[in-house]
């Protein structure tokens, strides 16, 4: 099992803040993906990224690939009560041969107005 | 409308009640998933298949079977469900595991 893990697990801000949350792994992923959650729904990508230190911007979030291809971080710029959700990570490693997507274990961030 | 859907999306059963929740797509992609969610572990894959009669186990695969004989449904089967399937299962579907995966509703299973 490749695990990735996020922190933190929850996370409550008022509207305007900046926040950070993680996603961390001991294995290499070939590309990583975002994707947000709303209550009822199922996941819905945000974004992919699949080379070492690639920097994406949707709007006003920043996610970034490490160097390494082992984590990636999700910034956002002044937190909306839209924004509120759980944000889960995706990896794919291409080099086990497998075709397994693995997720990890999410951060749910509240965001109050 | 591209979409993936699942039926049925509330469900409680009783251990040992042989049970399918059916997925389709109308996308007509290769690639397709189960999973399932439960508090702090978040998705965890239980089966997921390449093409038609081209599946294979994901990480949690004890307890369940799938099949996949056309390109467009991968139902999932719980031949002798126990309470600790009691979750919230998603169907997903995608041209690959690098693209976009689009999700169904999701199915909550409850089993006393």
């Known amino acids: 099992t490749q695990l990735l893990e996020q922190s933190p697990q929850f996370l409550s801000i008022q509207e305007g803040e900046n926040l950070t949350v993680y996603c961390n792994s001991s294995s290499v992923f070939s590309s990583l993906q975002w994707y947000r959650q709303e209550p009822g729904e199922g996941p819905v990508l945000l974004v992919t990224?699949?080379?070492?230190?690639e920097v994406k911007k949707l709007k006003r979030l920043t996610f970034q690939f490490g160097d390494a291809r082992k984590d990636s971080s999700l910034h956002i710029t002044a937190a909306q009560p839209g924004d509120t959700g759980l944000y889960l990570c995706a990896g794919f490693d291409r080099q086990t041969g497998a075709n397994n997507l693995f997720f990890g274990t999410g951060t749910r961030l509240t965001v109050i107005p | 409308e591209a979409q993936v859907t699942q039926n049925p999306r509330y469900l409680i059963t009783v251990t040992g009640k042989k049970l399918t929740v059916t997925c389709s797509q109308n996308m007509n992609h290769e690639y397709m998933s189960w999973y399932r969610q439960d508090p702090g572990l978040g998705l965890r894959q239980i089966y997921y298949s390449m093409n038609v009669e081209v599946t294979d186990k994901g990480d949690v695969p004890e307890g369940y079977k799938v099949s996949r004989k056309e390109k467009r449904n991968f139902p999932l089967i719980l031949e002798s469900p126990s309470p600790n399937q009691t979750s919230l299962y998603f169907c997903?579907?995608?041209?690959?595991?690098?693209?976009?995966?689009?999700f169904g509703p999701g199915t909550r299973l409850t089993v006393t």
């Open positions: 997903a579907s995608s041209i690959s595991p690098t693209h976009e995966q689009y």
């Open positions: 990224v699949v080379t070492g230190g």
